[in-house]
Every structure is written in C-alpha cells, then in structure tokens.
C-alpha cells in the first residue's frame, strides 16, 4: 500500500540503496520505502550533515518561496526549524515565532544567533501535551516529511494545532534536484 494515496499498487523496485529498496507509486508517483523506521532524536544530534547545518544563517530556497509572500497571521510554528534561521526572518516580518526540532544544539545555535526565545527541543506530540491550548495562524514543515514513518499521521497532529482558516506549508525535497549539502 503506498503511505501517500492509500491504493494498492504495484510497486516497481526504483532503487536500492544500502539496505534500502525504493518503490515507486504508480498512481501518485511517490517514491517510498518499506519498511520505513524514521531516525530518533540520538540520530539527527549524531548526523554530520544537521550538525553543519545549525551554523547556516541564511534562510534556504524553500524559506524563501513562503517569505516571498507569507500568508496572514500574527503566530507561526515551524516544526523541524532546525537553528530558527526561518525563523528568524518571519520575526521580521511580525509574526510571533515559536519552532521545535529534534537537535537541541541547532536550537541552541538559534537563540544565540538570532534571539530566539520560543524554541522546543520536542516531539510535535509533548508540544501539543505540555501546550494544550496554544494554536497557530501557520504552521510550517519544510523538508521534514521525507523523514517520518507515519505522515499521515502526523499531518492530523499538525492540524491539531492549528487555528479554524489557518496555513500549512510544506515542503519536501525533489529527488531530480541538484543537492547541495550546506
């Protein structure tokens, strides 16, 4: 079953890496993996390449495309923010910002460089548990669904948290560009 549109389809082997096969959705055209188990906290803290990146003070192309012309609102949370450099920038703009990730060095790494105040070393599930009330006018997950086992899943957490006519903005990577690591 693809973890995307739900059909059965009839998966067609895409590629293998290390020990990973990758299918390839006929009817939605995502590409997947089974089985799929999402790293842990230990995982990115460990991970060279989100080491780097919480010294990256500019904001991405992906953060650039929302910034370009952000929807209405005055909060926003950004799930997976990484050091907040995204954050940083819709400051500016007038939202009240609040993030979480998995890294608490990258958190760490935002509130020295940017300021940044309302940053979570969490789960999207303890977020919602120790703020039981607290919803947003839009919620951003950029490049972070490629990483979770249970998208769907977690999409309805999201929606949890967001306030009736709020924005979500996603992002995830595509496979055909070039990758630039930094």
């Not at 890496?17 to 990758?22: P, S, Y």
């Not at 920038?89 to 300021?115: C, P």
Request: charged share 25%.
């Amino acid at each position: 079953e693809c973890p995307v549109c739900f059909k059965m389809t009839e998966k067609i082997t895409f590629e293998v890496r290390k020990k990973h096969i990758l299918y390839l959705c006929k009817l939605c055209d995502v590409v997947f993996s089974r089985p799929f188990v999402a790293g842990d906290s230990l995982w990115y803290k460990e991970s060279g390449i989100y080491e780097l990146a919480r010294f990256h003070n500019k904001p991405y192309w992906h953060h650039e495309q929302f910034l370009k012309e952000p929807p209405p609102g005055s909060t926003i949370l950004d799930i997976g923010c990484n050091n907040g450099v995204f954050l940083h920038h819709a400051e500016k703009l007038g939202y009240e910002v609040t993030g979480m990730d998995f890294n608490n060095n990258s958190l760490e790494a935002g509130r020295q460089a940017f300021g940044l105040k309302r940053l979570f070393c969490c789960t999207l599930e303890d977020f919602a548990q120790k703020f039981p009330d607290e919803k947003f006018d839009v919620i951003t997950v950029f490049e972070v669904l490629e990483h979770l086992d249970h998208p769907n899943d977690f999409l309805e957490a999201v929606k949890s948290l967001l306030k009736p006519s709020g924005y979500i903005a996603i992002s995830v990577p595509n496979r055909d560009m070039m990758i630039n690591p930094l």
